[in-house]
Each structure stands twice: as structure tokens, then as C-alpha cells.
């Protein structure tokens, strides 16, 4: 209740952008301390208040998740679902048989199912929202102070986003601007910024590729005044910066940038890795929460560690885990509470929301890693969806991927931007000649590709998978075939995919292509 409070706090002292209009002198610094002072009182209050309630929750998981059962039952009935007020496991699972995504949807949708809206509800996700950016400051110091802070995409990282303290807790682009374009512009802007914000890694990739592309435009738009005061210093600065390659780029822009904040969702690794290694090497990442359609699964409280760790939350939506086990002949059908984790074992995610009632596969692998209270702390591994196989076989994205990477790394200088595959049946290329694989890649650093080169990949997969290495060495299978794709290739794939109706919420990145239409649209921009 009392988080309400903060915004009446805020409007009661005299807007910055009115004062800063009539003056700039040393009373204009006071009131933006004061008002900085206030919200930041008051979001620690509140981050205080949810981390008793988290403390509670995870100490008695089993209650917790009963009361989440119970809020997801209370606005469906039929004949299907259980019977109001009934919390009984057995019936529940019985009445709500598990579910699962199809292939094609979880290309169209990135591996969800289609979405609920773009911002996520519930005690779990304020949580990773409040707890997150106390964690976030506590690591990274003064990363909220004013003018600190900048996003860059129109989508925000924090799953439930906190306006009222946004144009003082150090966000120097406003919260309303829905143009990527106006919102790097104006981080461009300001050099001492601390902490830099995108929706997602994939997203935050296609903004440094756009800055390359529009370098030029946006230091004419800086040093010409078009979004504010003429800055010509500031434009030969990035100028200079631009001249020197990608690698680094972020800091000489921003000096002081400490940590980029993005939201993890499934098809990131790549995106992360190839920022990491050019235009945000040096810097930590720190992603606030685990999101799916459904809403927050996960939340971060350790920014400081170098892979996102999630506590799973014990609130709604409704978590279930099915064990997953490498090798194992069948499926695992029956699914545990989060009381009943075992440390190192991989699990499934099940989601079911109060919204659509369904015990939904997610397809996400997380693998537990520790415990807070009787909560697991997981780490996403895989997506269970995104498997390849022409003749049996099962080629998982964690193999794929690890194979790919190995193979990039022995392609000199190539650095590794995005990649996807398309089984040979699908763009009908296998005729004559046994079933493979098609894969498209783009890259860095790397402008052709020799036979040699695209070989190796072959080598690494087999070197990786015995059983696809015994479908090569019987000829079942031929090998891989590797396609470089121009620049902006994925970006203009990306804008596709994102158009769709249906596309998820946080927007995934499909590893596996499974329309024909789609596969086409990367062959036309293969340029080795």
C-alpha cells in the first residue's frame, strides 16, 4: 500500500523539468537530491518489506505453494478442473494433464506459448523488480544516483517496471519514449553513465549493430542539437570511438559503465557471449529475473555472480519441475514441488498461471545449484525444444551450441554474432544425397568461409554426439552444411519473427527453424 505513497511524495515537491526551465542555479541541485533521497528511501523500505515476505515464503515452501495452487483455482472451474477449494496434488495433476508445445509454436512463439501481455503481475515479479535494483546499487554503487542509468530499447528488463522513481533514480531517457532510435540517442548523450538497460541481450545486440550502421547520422544529430542542446564535442567523441572498432565500444563511450541489466530468456547465450567479447567487454551483466508468457519464474539476487542464478519463487505462478534425466529411455511424467529439488539434477519447468489454466511444459532446463531456505537456486541450461534430428537422432541445442562455439573457435578471427538450423527436409536440399543439417551463421570478423572451415563444425558434432558421429560413419547422415549469412541478417530475421501476433514475451531466439518460409528468408542472404 504504502508503495503508492511515493509517487503522491514525489508530486508534492515542484517538477524538475518546470524548475529547471526557470533556473539552474544551486537550489535546482537541492531538489533533485532531496527528491532522489525520498524515492530512494522509500523503494528500500519496500525492498525491505518484500524481503521479509520472500524470507517467510521460502522457509515454508510447501504452504506457500499451496496458496499459489489455490489462487490459480479460484477463477477456473468446469468440468476439467479440480473442484474449488480442492489443493489435493493428486487431483490437480490428475484433472490437468501436462501439456506441451508444439514444434511450430515454439518457433513462431520462440519457445513459449503465445503470450499474455507484455508485463508480468504478481508478488514475484515486484520482488525481482525492488530486491533486484537494491542488489543491483549494493554491487554496483551509485549506478542508481541521477543521471546514471539509460535504456535502450523500448522493452524494459525490470518485470514490473516502477515509473514514479524512473526520471529520479537515474534514468536519464524518459520512461514514455518508445523509439529505440530517440532513447540511444539520448544515452549517447550523456558519457557518465554507470549502467546501461535493454529488454533482452538479443535486443541490445541489434543496438550496437545499429549504432555502427547509423554512427554517423546520430553524431550529426548530437553535435546539431536535434534532440536537445548541441553537444559537437560530444559527436567527436563518438566518432573517434567508432573509428576504433567494436571491441571495448561501451566503455569509451561511457568511461563509467559498470554493469548492462537485461532480462534472461531462452536464446540469449550467444548474444551475451558476443557483446561480452566486443562492444561490452569489461563489463558484468546482471539480468533481474527468469521471465516466461506466464509470468516471473525466477529471481536474481546475486548480480555479482558472472551467470544468472534464480531462486525458483514459491508464489504464483504455480511452478512444477519434471526431472529430466540425459539417456533416460522414457520421459518422466510425474512432477515435484520445489521442497522436493535435489541438487545437480536438471528439471523441466512447468508453469500454470491463474489466467489460462494449464500445467503448461515450458521446455526450459534449469539445473539446480543451491538452495535458499527450502527454495532451489537454478541456472537455465537448455531449451528442450530446440533439437534437431533427420533420421532419429536427437541433436540438443546445449550439444549444438557447444559444438558450433568449439568449431568458431577455430575459424581465425571469426567472433560469433547469431546462428540457426534448418533440417535438410525443410528447404527440400537433402535430394540426392543423404539428410543433414543446414546452418546459418553470422559472424564478426569474418567475411568468407573456406571448406576447411565449414568441415570443422562436422568434426565438432560428431566429435560431440557418438550417435550422430555413428549415423556419419554409416552414411545415414551427411554432413553439416555451413552458410554465412550478410549483416543484419538475424536483426531483419528478428523483426520478422517479433511481428507476429504471437510472438513471446521476452522475446526468444529460435535456434531451430521448422517454417520453410522463414528458412528461405535467411538463404537469400547467405553470402558464402
Not at 406 to 433: F, N, T
Amino acid at each position: 500500500m504504502l508503495l503508492w505513497l511515493l509517487p503522491l511524495l514525489l508530486l508534492l515537491l515542484p517538477p524538475l523539468a518546470m524548475l529547471g526551465q526557470r533556473s539552474q542555479n544551486a537550489s535546482l541541485s537541492w531538489l533533485a537530491s532531496l527528491q532522489h533521497c525520498v524515492a530512494w528511501r522509500v523503494l528500500c523500505w519496500a525492498a525491505t518489506w518484500q524481503q521479509q515476505r520472500l524470507e517467510q515464503n521460502t522457509r515454508h515452501v510447501g504452504q506457500s505453494q499451496q496458496q499459489a495452487l489455490m489462487q490459480c483455482l479460484q477463477k477456473a472451474q468446469g468440468p476439467l478442473y479440480p473442484p474449488r477449494g480442492s489443493t489435493d496434488m493428486r487431483i490437480f495433476r490428475n484433472h490437468l494433464p501436462l501439456t506441451k508445445v508444439s514444434q511450430a509454436q515454439e518457433e513462431e512463439n520462440g519457445g513459449q506459448e503465445p503470450p499474455i501481455s507484455n508485463h508480468y503481475h504478481g508478488e514475484a515479479s515486484l520482488q525481482a523488480t525492488l530486491l533486484g535494483l537494491v542488489a543491483l546499487n549494493k554491487a554496483y554503487p551509485e549506478v542508481l544516483a541521477p543521471g546514471s542509468t539509460a535504456r535502450v530499447t523500448p522493452t524494459s528488463p525490470w518485470p514490473s517496471p516502477l515509473p514514479w522513481p524512473g526520471h529520479v533514480l537515474g534514468q536519464v531517457s524518459l520512461p514514455e519514449t518508445t523509439d529505440p532510435g530517440a532513447q540511444l540517442l539520448e544515452a549517447l548523450r550523456s558519457p557518465g553513465l554507470r549502467a546501461l538497460e535493454a529488454g533482452t541481450a538479443v535486443e541490445l545486440l541489434d543496438v550496437f549493430l545499429a549504432l555502427e550502421a547509423d554512427g554517423e547520422e546520430l553524431a550529426e544529430a548530437i553535435a546539431s542539437g536535434t534532440s536537445g542542446v548541441p553537444l559537437p564535442r560530444r559527436a567527436a567523441e563518438l566518432r573517434k570511438a567508432l573509428e576504433q572498432g567494436p571491441r571495448g565500444l561501451a566503455l569509451r563511450l561511457w568511461p563509467k559503465l559498470q554493469v548492462v541489466v537485461t532480462l534472461d530468456a531462452g536464446g540469449q547465450a550467444e548474444a551475451v557471449a558476443a557483446l561480452g567479447a566486443l562492444w561490452c567487454q569489461g563489463l558484468a551483466f546482471f539480468s533481474p529475473a527468469y521471465a516466461a508468457s506466464g509470468g516471473v519464474v525466477g529471481l536474481n539476487l546475486w548480480p555479482e555472480q558472472p551467470r544468472g542464478l534464480y531462486l525458483l519463487s514459491p508464489g504464483a505462478p504455480f511452478i512444477e519441475l519434471l526431472p529430466v534425466e540425459e539417456g533416460a529411455q522414457e520421459e518422466a511424467t510425474s512432477t515435484l514441488l520445489l521442497a522436493e529439488a535435489q541438487r545437480d539434477k536438471e528439471y523441466e519447468l512447468v508453469l500454470t498461471d491463474h489466467i489460462r489454466l494449464a500445467r503448461c511444459r515450458l521446455g526450459d532446463v534449469v539445473q539446480v545449484v543451491g538452495a535458499y531456505n527450502q527454495c532451489p537456486i537454478v541456472r537455465f541450461i537448455y531449451r528442450l525444444g530446440q533439437a534437431l534430428g533427420v533420421r532419429g537422432e536427437v541433436t540438443g541445442e546445449k550439444v549444438f551450441s557447444e559444438a558450433l562455439g568449439k568449431a568458431v573457435g577455430q575459424w581465425p578471427g571469426a567472433k560469433l554474432l547469431d546462428h540457426v538450423c534448418v533440417e535438410s527436409s525443410i528447404l527440400d536440399s537433402s535430394e540426392g544425397s543423404a539428410p543433414h543439417y543446414e546452418v546459418f551463421v553470422e559472424l564478426r570478423g569474418l567475411r568468407n568461409l573456406s571448406e576447411e572451415s565449414r568441415d570443422k563444425l562436422d568434426h565438432c558434432l560428431q566429435e560431440a554426439s557418438p550417435h550422430y558421429k555413428s549415423l556419419r560413419f554409416r552414411g545415414s547422415v551427411g554432413p553439416a552444411r555451413v552458410h554465412l549469412v550478410g549483416q543484419g541478417a538475424f536483426r531483419a530475421l528478428r523483426t520478422t519473427l517479433a511481428a507476429c501476433p504471437s510472438s513471446s514475451f521476452p522475446p526468444e531466439m529460435p535456434r531451430v527453424l521448422r517454417h520453410r518460409h522463414l528458412a528461405q528468408f535467411l538463404q537469400r542472404r547467405v553470402v558464402s
